[in-house]
Nanobody, 120 residues
Framework: QVQLVESGGDLVQTGGSLRLSCAAS????????MGWYRQVPGKQRELVAT???????NYADSVKGRFTISRDGAKNTVNLQMNSLKPEDTAVYYC??????????????WGQGTQVTVSS
C-alpha cells in the first residue's frame, strides 16, 4: 500500500504564491509519474501538471508560465510551485502518483486533497 501526504494549501491573495508538496511512502518498486490535479464543486477533476520519471513535464494551458512542477526522486516527493495566483485557481488540489509495485503491476494513487483559495 502507498500513502500520499499533501501539504501547502492555504488562503492567498490574487498575485500571491503557494507551494504544494506531496510525499509518497510505502512499498514502491518504481514511481513512473507524479502530478497534480484540481477540482471545484460541480466540475470534473482536471489536470494541472505532471512530471514523468525521466523528468518530462506537462502543464494545463491555464497554468503554463505560472506553475512549476518538480520532483525529488530520492524522497519520492513532488512539488508544485504556484505563482501569480488567480481566483480561478481556487480548488481542491490532489496529488496523483503512478507506480509499479513489486508484482510488476501499474497502480495509481490519489492524495486526500488540499484546499487552495485565492481571494480577489
Amino acid at each position: 500500500q502507498v500513502q500520499l501526504v499533501e501539504s501547502g494549501g492555504d488562503l492567498v491573495q490574487t498575485g500571491g504564491s503557494l507551494r504544494l508538496s506531496c510525499a509518497a511512502s510505502g512499498i514502491i518498486f518504481r514511481i513512473n509519474a507524479m502530478g497534480w490535479y484540481r477540482q471545484v464543486p460541480g466540475k470534473q477533476r482536471e489536470l494541472v501538471a505532471t512530471i514523468a520519471n525521466g523528468g518530462s513535464t506537462n502543464y494545463a494551458d491555464s497554468v503554463k508560465g505560472r506553475f512549476t512542477i518538480s520532483r525529488d526522486g530520492a524522497k519520492n516527493t513532488v512539488n508544485l510551485q504556484m505563482n501569480s495566483l488567480k481566483p480561478e485557481d481556487t480548488a481542491v488540489y490532489y496529488c496523483n502518483v503512478h507506480i509499479t509495485n513489486f508484482y510488476a503491476n501499474s497502480v495509481e494513487y490519489w492524495g486526500q486533497g488540499t484546499q487552495v483559495t485565492v481571494s480577489s
